[in-house]
């Protein structure tokens, strides 16, 4: 069996996986853009948060499905499932956090890299 190997922008996969999280109503979705970071870890980071354990695993899951059904591409890794206040999926070029709304405040991650590129998206509550 020969495997073959998906290419996939950066750009695209962002725009996957805010689809997805806005499918299940993820909320205050939040880009941050490195790819003007020397030396960054990643292209970008995308941030949301949910309304319990129950609605982050939900997010979580449905991006995932949404980037897999639409390009073909698995996380590379996840984490954060066992409490679901803060779960971790990485693509590695674009890197998802799906927090509950007190987790994400307390860690802020938004505030820690005022040299990337910002964007907010529109979500519906």
């Not at 030396?39 to 499905?65: K, M, P, Q, R, Y």
């Amino acid at each position: 069996m020969i495997r073959q190997k998906i290419q996939i922008t950066s750009e695209k996969l962002a725009d996957a996986i805010i689809e997805g999280i806005k499918d299940k109503k993820g909320l205050e979705i939040t880009q941050l853009g490195f790819k003007k970071i020397k030396n960054a870890i990643c292209d970008s980071f995308i941030i949301c948060h949910g309304n319990s354990s129950t609605h982050v695993e939900a997010i979580a899951d449905g991006l995932v499905e949404h980037v897999r059904i639409k390009h073909g591409v698995k996380p590379w890794r996840s984490e954060g499932y066992q409490n679901a206040e803060w779960v971790l999926i990485d693509y590695v070029d674009v890197v998802v956090h799906v927090f509950q709304q007190q987790t994400r405040n307390y860690y802020r991650l938004e505030d820690l890299w005022s040299d990337a590129e910002f964007k907010q998206f529109e979500t519906v509550e």
